[in-house]
């Protein structure tokens, strides 16, 4: 059974920075492609980044390039979201969810699998 699990999330002024982390587990974490997402109160969910299942391709919203980073350690069955220079509308439920066909996409039917989500917090 595939299980993904995201931490890291919590409250952080405006400027500050998070590290999300995704772990997997129940699949060959390797051969996935990764997609962050989140979705704030009142608003339809939106893709944050994604990452290839070899780590070369990587997409970013407008919203967060140069702000965001995506990476994995497929060693660890980890993906990670680095986030800096957080801004109050950054304030979101984060998810995670794995493609099995490894391509990098923002198009969220595409994903099969989905954590929980966890909640980041920026005040202004």
């Known amino acids: 059974q595939v299980h993904l699990v995201e931490s890291g999330g919590g409250l952080v002024q405006a400027g500050g920075s998070l590290r999300l982390s995704c772990a997997a587990s129940g699949l060959t974490f390797s051969t996935y492609a990764v997609g962050w997402f989140r979705q704030a109160p009142g608003k339809e969910r939106e893709s944050v980044a994604a990452?290839?299942?070899?780590?070369?391709?990587?997409y970013y919203a407008d919203s967060v390039k140069g702000r965001f980073t995506i990476s994995r350690d497929n060693a660890k069955n980890t993906v990670f979201l680095q986030m800096s220079s957080l801004k109050p509308e950054d304030t979101a439920v984060y998810y995670c969810?794995?493609?099995?066909?490894?391509?990098?996409?923002?198009?969220?039917?595409?994903?099969?699998?989905w954590g929980q989500g966890t909640q980041v917090s920026v005040s202004s």
């Open positions: 990452i290839s299942w070899t780590g070369d391709g990587t």
């Open positions: 969810a794995v493609d099995y066909l490894g391509r990098v996409s923002q198009w969220a039917p595409q994903y099969e699998y």
